[in-house]
Nanobody
Framework: VQLQASGGGLVQAGGSLRLSCAAS????????MGWFRQAPGKEREFVAAINMWSGSSTYYTDAVKGRFTISRDVAGNTVYLQMISLKSEDTAVYYCAAKIGPLSNLVDKYNYWGQGTLVTVSS
């Protein structure tokens, strides 16, 4: 299983970015996919998750509700994270992850991880 995250970059506060996570190696229709982030000196934290078999089942951390939207393309085995109204505190390396079964906000529940993509929000 491979997860390839992309779309990070430098953006001004208030701006937008869309992250993508392309999954390969198997069919992910029975998986939950998540986005996590890790800021310098901090632990990895949950951002959002989605069921690949039901795009209506999503889960967000409170800090991003109303600003971030997770979505998926089942046929393309791709998960997206649309981020708007970005803040300096959103600066982090963003990782996508996959697990079999239901959504979770716990790092150790995810079996597969991508390499991360850096998002830098300048104030």
């Amino acid at each position: 299983v491979q997860l390839q995250a992309s779309g990070g970059g430098l953006v001004q506060a208030g701006g937008s970015l869309r992250l993508s996570c392309a999954a390969s190696g198997r069919t992910f229709s029975s998986y939950a996919m998540g986005w996590f982030r890790q800021a310098p000196g901090k632990e990895r934290e949950f951002v959002a998750a989605i069921n690949m078999w039901s795009g209506s089942s999503t889960y967000y951390t409170d800090a991003v509700k109303g600003r971030f939207t997770i979505s998926r393309d089942v046929a393309g085995n791709t998960v997206y994270l649309q981020m708007i109204s970005l803040k300096s505190e959103d600066t982090a390396v963003y990782y996508c992850a996959a697990k079999i079964g239901p959504l979770s906000n716990l790092v150790d529940k995810y079996n597969y991880w991508g390499q991360g993509t850096l998002v830098t929000v300048s104030s």
